[in-house]
């Protein structure tokens, strides 16, 4: 009985330890929803890159304004990361456009 107990607390502690890595998203950057003059980059676990700007973070999921014009939706257990870009032209600019790594 008491090495059942610990064999199941055991695989409970593993299962709990990996489970952020799975759900986790990063947001780097001071993202503010309703800003048109951020410039928002995501990053699927996939390796697609998208520049644009997020308009909503609701329950699982993230609406995305892409191209000023195609509206996306993404499941947050899809993303990597969510990144504050600086605007081109200023001196902390280090963004690249395109696919990721994936491409």
Known sequence: MKST???ATAI???VLCFLPS??????????IIGDTSQIHQV???RGD?????V?????TEVRFL????IELT?????LQEISVVDPPGSDKSTVTTGRGKNS
């Not at 890159?49 to 700007?53: A, M």
């Open 12 to 14: 409970l502690a593993l």
């Open 55 to 59: 308009t909503q973070i609701q329950n």
């Open 5 to 7: 107990l610990f064999r």
């Open 22 to 31: 799975v759900y986790s998203q990063v947001i780097k950057g001071d993202l």
């Open 74 to 78: 993404f499941q947050l257990t899809d």
């Open 43 to 45: 990053t699927t676990k």
């Open 49 to 53: 890159v998208f520049l644009g700007r």
């Open 66 to 69: 892409f191209n000023k014009t």
